[in-house]
Nanobody, 121 residues
Framework: QVQLVESGGGSVQPGGSLRLSCAAS????????IKWHRQAPGKERELVAL???????NYADSVKGRFTISRDIITHTAYLQMNSLKPEDTAVYYC???????????????WGQGTQVTVSS
């Protein structure tokens, strides 16, 4: 079982930047699919970005060109760099990791505790 610990949330003005971190333990980090999701009050959870075991990335249309997902295989940490933040980016952001079996059997995998991001003037 993979354990995930997120950090880096906070409050920022529109146009600002934040970097979220997701520290993983208990799995083979390089083989994980790491995803960042977010959930705003009253809205469904949204997949924001993912990075697969080969390093390939994918983004929701709403964040393309503004957010960048990356990973450091040595420190077992994934990141979500968020630039040009907008008020509509306000949400709780969750890190999620799937190993091969999770992917194969369509299981959600492991989740972090979530970190609040607030974009407001």
């Amino acid at each position: 079982q993979v354990q995930l610990v997120e950090s880096g949330g906070g409050s920022v003005q529109p146009g600002g930047s934040l970097r979220l971190s997701c520290a993983a333990s208990g799995g083979i980090f390089s083989m994980l699919i790491i995803k960042w999701h977010r959930q705003a009050p009253g809205k469904e959870r949204e997949l924001v970005a993912l990075i697969n075991s080969g390093g390939g990335t994918n983004y929701a249309d709403s964040v393309k060109g503004r957010f960048t997902i990356s990973r450091d295989i040595i420190t077992h940490t994934a990141y979500l760099q968020m630039n040009s933040l907008k008020p509509e980016d306000t949400a709780v952001y969750y890190c999620n990791a799937q190993d091969y079996d999770d992917y194969r059997y369509d299981r959600e995998g492991s989740w972090g505790q979530g970190t609040q991001v607030t974009v407001s003037s």
